[in-house]
């Protein structure tokens, strides 16, 4: 049988005890929910309208650096994360319903989507180069002629979303 030590229980007690105090104060100090005036949040939804429409391929593509760069700048103003996470979300659907941005289905967010999925898109063609692929590889998933080909594809997207973002961050958090 474990025994404690009346010093050990007195300290396990008064640990337990402010524990809980804490706890209670917690509870009873709820901040208010902190709401931003029509003025700014009608210019913070310009801002982010801005910068969607530059969004390539789709209006989407930009979506989580704005969320994120409003988060972050809401968070430094002294809200806290769920507030500003709440603000920043309304403030970027806002902004995609400014600019009449709609969300493709599932479906149609599928690389080989063409027709209900039925006709997919036979490639002849490199994506990054153009040269004609291989005859015998027309197939379906392939989109590259080469490693090379792929993996500089991935690199030019990579660097001008990586740009895009961080201009976007810029922007708002200058804003905001």
Request: charged fraction near 30%; proline fraction near 5%; glycine fraction near 4%.
């Amino acid at each position: 049988m474990l025994q404690i030590a009346p010093h050990s229980l007195h300290r396990l007690r008064s640990w337990q005890e402010a524990y809980v105090e804490r706890e209670r104060q917690n509870r009873a100090a709820k901040p208010k929910p902190i709401r931003i005036n029509k003025d700014k949040r009608r210019f913070l939804i310009d801002k982010v309208a801005t910068i969607l429409k530059t969004g390539e391929p789709t209006s989407f593509a930009l979506e989580a650096a704005c969320r994120h760069s409003l988060r972050a700048a809401l968070c430094l103003k002294g809200l806290d994360w769920g507030q500003a996470d709440a603000i920043a979300a309304d403030i970027v659907a806002a902004g995609l319903r400014q600019i009449g941005a709609v969300r493709p289905t599932w479906q149609q967010g599928q690389p080989e989507w063409a027709q209900d999925g039925h006709n997919p898109i036979q490639r002849e063609r490199c994506r990054q180069c153009h040269g004609k692929l291989p005859e015998d590889d027309y197939s379906d998933r392939r989109v590259f002629c080469s490693s090379t080909c792929r993996t500089n594809w991935h690199m030019t997207a990579f660097r001008s979303k990586t740009n895009a973002d961080d201009a976007a961050r810029e922007i708002i958090i200058r804003a905001a």
